[in-house]
């Protein structure tokens, strides 16, 4: 017998949160395998999954049908179902008014909202035993001819009179039956993984949840012939005859650029040429060269073909605003580095400079939005976000959305509760996780943290951890990406809110939006991009004249000397550990060797073994030599070695003959690798494309391995272009105004790789002097003060002083008679100080103009305080005999109250100590030979245990002559995991290796010396 | 914290997760201020043996006024062994320091940096390190940040000033430390009966180590009765389960003793012969009579005025039948019928859940059955009634459960339950209709 053809009318994935428990591809999968004629994914009271869906169902060559599960206010049920691109924005709309008139995460809905949009959509009753007839008529009312009543069997006892009942029901209300699975699953082995979402949903253990669990894993997709046992012929044809309504597909949407930003009575084809033109005259004041002008129009061309002239609009116009407002911003991505985006003033990369094509990155193949990321301030970003939001209005404005995923220690924690392991068990596993624990880890720690590995439950805990990695736990807010849309975007995509008060987000994610071709805008924020604003305020300060960007002169080759030796806190991308130690043997002599060295130095090509023969390449260690010609043109700009991104589509397509639509799937399943493995259905076909066209397996299979490195980490050359830019202009910087420098990046905390105390002694190295915070002299921020012929000094702002309040720090700076306080009194009179603000000037010795030391200004504080209005305060310099401060007490009470000292360093405190037992400064151990065995010591200031080094953690340790990197091999790291997490002083027995100016101390043995550091308190920063 | 701990680098004031990252088998107990104020009470009560002026120093100090005693106790250097014998006779530690000023001798005790003599006092006094005395944090922070160190260093500064920065209180302070000013002192009055309980670290499942505890809480009370000449002839045992009533014991002597040997053998006798219901969390020992040792009750109880109720009859028929066997029957919120009930103690209030028609009269062990014809046998051949209701949970527990559940019916007109396990088809009966 034939089973009975069937379509799965209600299915939940798991962006139905703690409810479903498959991944709508293996929904998908699952139903094409049992031979469903269709499949709808009906999440609750959301559309976060469909794209998804729709990707797998479009593979798997499914039907997919949109719909989705709802729960009214008033208790009913059901399952709305889109039947036409109509229906599909009632529901949009519905979803949206349910999610926005509720807190973030939940919805509310009720019969007249969905009444009011009842039109067109259909709609299936979800039942229960005790439903009315009422209920009944009210569907059939609002859904004429197209409401039905689900009869869901799912094997419990009462089904056959459950099935009477609601047939019964139905002749009642006039609705005809339908069978449905309420589908939770995809196959009836999840369901321990189903009770455990529903413990979490439900805050408790799984084993008192009771009869909140589901009694049976029925609710899989179950096999036509198991239904047909079940259900009379009628309700499963039924299914097919809904299915068959049901013809709209997402692929139907079609996205409208806002209309705005083309003047009345213009194309917006010709508005773009002629802000193109406009923007290349002045772009080159001298006459615009034939070449650039002639790739301009080839670029307009294209662009006018494939309709994405809104999009360069629209970013134009963000751009132009934030120069309006001399917000510093810069455009980044593939189409970024075009003609048509440096004539806008988009991108600063000249592409008259640059050997990138254009034609490239929008091919006509693919059918997706150019990208285009624009990075802004850190700072003053919001100010951006609020233009668009009044531009387009809130309700053609969202932000995309992030699906943040279950991750070891949420998944862990989250199936711990619910198998009821003890609170403080798995805070004790949490604990012992450290963020760069691999996964295969988790048996090892799991012992330590007492638990048996043995153990059923233990075992079980494992099982459902890996099946809950990567399942959705919440939608949140991506950094910065922006949906705009002609009409309203709720007919297009949900909405929801979000954390923020006053904005939206909506349901799809970046890769949803890429897929369903949504132009989406980044508005990003850049820290390097608020110091640049600054240090450019200082320069033209200093200089006296305005200080820009274009005002930097280019290939200066003292910039490219000081990279070249390392000689690079703080500068934009290069300040890495892993970029420092690359610097002096790549040394970048000119631009695009500079944007080679940042792509370069970078997880993805590190793994995938690019660097060293990029680097014996340039040095002429190894001759140049490609396998064809066409792969010489690819790679020649970079050696014979592929380095970024687009490089490697690019052979796909000249070894390979992948198509260019192919090779952009290559790409984002480098993206998304990690993720769904899908890189290895391109290993065959890239292998076989190669040996076909005559390429070595060897050369294939290197090629391959290269890709695979590649995932995740990959960097577009246009990326990389644009950071270049960044780099070298804070490089420059560095090199000629390095206290304008400092200080514009210390006033642009938090941001970057290094603590201001680190900047700090990077610029007392190069001998700019630092003045420290005095309340009489200091700002807010940190500011210059000139000297003759000099680089000016830095004086510290109030801004570096803990526990003060800006608001307070303000009146400080207002009240400030010309001439500076007279007394301390005075100060906390005029500026109305409470205690907690004097006291912290006086923790980070700003009062010593007024009072002497610390410890004076604190007993004087004290005084003022207690007093009353009347002006009864003790007079002020009361000098009492308080015990003087040592130096060791001034630098810890520098570091606590400020994170820095002007003072001796530390460990230059400990110095003969140290020497004693021969334990070397940086300097000493910079200076040491190859292989020479050596020891240092010094304050950890770094550690890092980078994803590509295959257990290895770096420490970078500080002394008063620099930092000693510090490599520590994995099984050191496990022996002495106590001392390497642990130590804030840190001695390192072991052997220095030497490469040129590059010297690594590569650790023996480690040893605790925090004790020594008394209540010093220096805390580490952790780099991911 | 013991060695091992130290030994590992645990510090105390260490985040939890810091100090987990380094000792992975770290246990962490919970600090008890109740068991120890009870406990500071019981030893209160036995200083007063020594002296009619015992004050309670909290969280953890007694302060005796000893100068009265002195010529009783022929002087100070044997009072001081007495106090010392009985107090190591506890196997407790402790600091201990006299000065003429109660907050002089309290800080000497607890810094533990005592005078040489009694006469050296003051310039001990002088020596004392701020951080370590039982003041605010928030002053030891301004003192700490002012650079002071020792209470001589404090003292220098002037009064005023000192006033004005940390307030009347600490001049206060100085001042009767110093004996400038005086400092009386509530006396500590002892309670007129004696109730600890003790929270067990683990679960206990064995009477035998419920004697450990009971050791200790009787020494307790046996330190308690010393102090003040008393004896006790009835104890209340409370022996608490987690989701179970407490169980109680109640221990009767003779005669009003204070012996704790003789109180724990007779306690060991009767928990030997109990049955836990379950695992024990805490125990509580209850006194209310308390006897002078002639045996002269303090206390009586009052007679409550009874109540013939069904509370009532429950309550006399646990009593003679033990609270074991009086219980009732009630639904649990469990998919599967084996664990869908639950016997609970009279007067709980179980869920009332709907399950579709099952028996009333469930199997204790699923019985096998055979199978004739391809239909389950049961004495006759069994039809089934019904569709499956399939029972697919447990995994959690260890009793995994994957079952169709049928209604079935027998020539004879009988009706069962019986199930057919997923896993091999076997068929079981699992009830009986009525």
Redesign the interface.
Known sequence: MTPPDYAELHCLSNFSFQRGASHAEELVARAQALGYRALAITDECSLAGIVRAKKAAEEAGLALIVGSEFRLEDGLRLVLLAPDRAAYGDLAELITLGRRSAPKGEYRLTRTDVAQRSGRLLALWLADDAAGASDGHWLAACFPERAWIAVELL??????ERLHDLLALGRLCGLPCVASGDVHMHL?SR??LQ?VLTAIRLGKP??QC??A??????RHLRSRMALSR?YPAELLAETVRIAERCHFSLKELRYEYPAELVPAGLSASAHLRSLTEAGLHRRYPAGVPATVWQQAHTELALVAELEYEHFFLTVHDTVQYARSQHILCQGRGSAANSVICYALHITEVNPAESKMLFGRFISKERNEPPDIDVDFEHERREEVIQYLYRKYGRDRTAIAATVISYRRKSALRDVGRA??FDE?QL??LS??L?WWDRSSDLPLRLV???FDPDS??VQ?LLKLVKQLLGFPRHLSQHVGGFVFSRGPLARLVPLENTAMAERTQIQWDKDDLDHMSLLKVDVLALGMLSALRRAFELVAWRRGQPFAMSDIPREDPKVYEMMSHADTIGVFQIESRAQMSMLPRLRPSKFYELVIEIALVRPGPIQGGMVHPYLKRKNGEEDITYPSKAVEGVLSRTLGVPIFQEQVMELAIVAADYTPGEADQLRRSMAAWARSGKLELHREKLITGMLKNGYEQDFAERIFAQIQGFSEYGFPESHSASFALLAYASAWLKRYEHAAFTCALINSQPMGFYSPSQLIQDAQRHEVEIRPIDVQLSQWDCTLEPRDGLQPAIRLGLRLVRRLGKAAAERVLAQRPPQGYASLAELQRRAGLDRRSL?ALA?ADALHALSGN??QA??QA??LL??DDLGQA?EGA?L??????REG?EVV?DYQSTGLTLRAHPVSLLRAELRAQRLLSAAEILACQDGQPARACGIVVGRQRPGTSSGVTFVTLEDETGNVNVIVWADLAERQ??EL??SSLLAVYGVVQREGEVVHLLAMRLS?RSDRLGSLSVSSRDFH | MNEAAERLGVQIGQRRSTAQALAAGLRLARRQPTQEAALLGSLAAWAMQFTPTVCLDPPAGLLLEVEGSLAYFKGLPRLCRLVDEGLAEMQLSVRRAQAPTPLAASWFALTGLRPNTPAQWQPALQRLPLQRLPWPQEWREAMRTLGLRRLGELLALPRAGLGRRFGPQLSQLLDRAQGLQADPRTPFVPPDHFERSLELAWPCEQVEALGFVLKRLLGELAVFLLGRGLGVQQLELELAHEGQPASTLLLGFGRPTRSAEGMLAIGRERLARLALPAPVEAIRLKADILHRLDGEALDLFGHASSQADFSLLLARLSARLGQDAVRQLGCAPEHRPEKAWQVTPPGAKPPTLAFAERPSWLLAEPLPLAVRDDRPWYGEPLTLLDRADRIETGWWDGSSTARDYYRAEGPSGRRYWLFQQRSDFAWYLHGLYA
């Open positions: 094997q419990q006892a009462g089904d056959r009836r369901r321990m009770d799984v084993a009771g009869l669990l589901f009694p049976n894993g029925e079940l198998l009821g403080e805070a004790a604990d012992t450290v330590e943290a007492g059923h439950l079980l006291n923790d610390r410890r604190r007993w004290g005084g207690e007093g003790e009361e009492v005999a308080l015990p003087a401060l007490e009470e995991r106590r997490i642990g605790d």
